[in-house]
């Protein structure tokens, strides 16, 4: 487990709450007129521009999932819906491609003191693609905000001298996990299934034991400041934050038992946290050629299944935070059994899967139907094993 600073530094001061609340406007107001002197790279809001400069970032940056924010799932839906349902679309821009001039149409003021959804000028289809990107979180109006600097503030106003786009504004609130809230938790009036809003970590975290530990989001998904942002997708990511234990197997000449026990140990919210992965825990008996013996499987599965319209919660087994899931494989034993398997497999768009294949099947994608093609290709392709587990039984 990370620690850090405790209790109440883990939570946003009166003023970086109120820096939070003016930097993230929905969607992230224009950035205006260029200051007289910016070179063209400096102008730039494009990540490979910031990565001239800060390589290491850039090329983090680039192997995240924030860099794919944009993918063809939400490209795919948003290119009708910005259309038909510029308010939806908005809602998805939002966080996945929150700057204004990443946004097609916006919400804009007319003569008659009405409000219509209007072209963006500003609109650049390029920056689009990039999704969640370095400007996104670091520039408001051409200026630069960043975490503390790590350096004393006579030594950062040396270095500060003749940098590019004039240096930048040093903001502690990038360090806190509030800062993360605004596209990792819906508010208290958002959309919720059974009495549980749809996207909650933030407060999952908040119920955890970590901001009494001063752990933050940034503490497990951006070590040193790395920005990664790696999570269930990540094999070695996932595996951190979980604890797999089984029992030795109980057998009788009738019966085989044995309880596997996944607790949730290192991560500060629900494994896993949003409805769209999930995670199945499987048993089964092995003969002496390694073939599986048929009859003798059994499931469960850790997650929270909902219905494709998200009208209904089927089931929730997510495990909170510092709580365990046990799965009791008992099964007739067979009388070629010689061993027993338990695989835990991952599927990290297991509800982007369903969804994707649904709009296909059903050909409502209409213009964006490449595009979800190649969504629900890229989710078939990330599941994965995270733990197996082999036991002789003789």
Not at 85 to 95: I, L, M, N, Q
Not at 187 to 201: D, Q, R, V
Request: glycine share 8%; with cysteine; charged share 20%.
């Amino acid at each position: 487990m990370v620690t850090g600073n405790s209790g109440r530094e883990s939570l946003p001061t009166g003023s970086e709450q109120q820096f939070l609340d003016r930097h993230w406007q929905t969607p992230v107001a224009p950035q205006g007129r260029v200051p007289d002197g910016y070179s063209e790279l400096e102008s730039s809001l494009l990540p490979e521009s910031c990565g001239s400069c800060h390589a290491q970032q850039y090329q983090d940056w680039k192997t995240s999932l924030h860099s794919k924010a944009m993918g063809p799932g939400v490209h795919g839906q948003t290119l009708v819906m910005k259309e038909s349902d510029p308010a939806t679309a908005r809602v998805c821009w939002s966080c996945h491609a929150p700057l204004s001039e990443q946004q097609p149409v916006l919400l804009q003021t007319v003569q008659s003191g009405e409000s219509e959804w209007k072209s963006n000028p500003d609109f650049d289809s390029r920056l689009q693609q990039h999704g969640m990107s370095c400007a996104a979180c670091h520039v408001r109006e051409h200026q630069r905000i960043g975490p503390s600097r790590r350096i004393s503030p006579e030594a950062a106003e040396k270095t500060d001298k003749g940098l590019p786009h004039g240096g930048f504004i040093a903001e502690p609130a990038f360090s806190k996990s509030a800062f993360c809230k605004g596209c990792h938790q819906f508010g208290s009036e958002g959309y919720a299934l059974n009495g549980k809003l749809i996207e909650n970590t933030y407060q999952e975290w908040l119920d955890s034991d970590y901001p009494a530990e001063g752990v933050q989001c940034q503490s497990c998904h951006m070590p040193d400041r790395r920005h990664l942002w790696r999570g269930i997708h990540d094999p070695e990511m996932t595996r951190k934050g979980v604890t797999i234990t089984v029992g030795k197997p109980a057998q009788t000449d009738n019966s085989l038992a044995a309880v596997v026990t996944i607790t949730n140990t290192g991560t500060g919210h629900y494994f896993p946290t949003y409805l769209t992965p999930r995670i199945i825990v499987t048993g089964y008996q092995l003969d002496p050629a390694k073939e599986m013996i048929p009859d003798t499987t059994q499931q469960t599965v850790i997650g929270r299944e909902v219905t494709l319209n998200l009208s209904q919660e089927i089931f929730d087994t997510r495990i909170p935070p510092g709580e365990s899931s046990l799965f009791n494989y008992e099964q007739p034993v067979s009388e070629n059994a010689e061993r027993l398997i338990i695989r835990i497999r991952v599927e990290p768009d297991y509800f982007y899967e369903k969804f994707f294949r649904v709009m296909l099947e059903r050909n409502t994608a209409g213009k964006g139907r490449n595009l979800i093609q190649q969504a629900w290709d890229n989710a078939r392709s990330t599941p994965y094993t995270l733990f197996e587990k082999e036991l002789m039984l003789r």
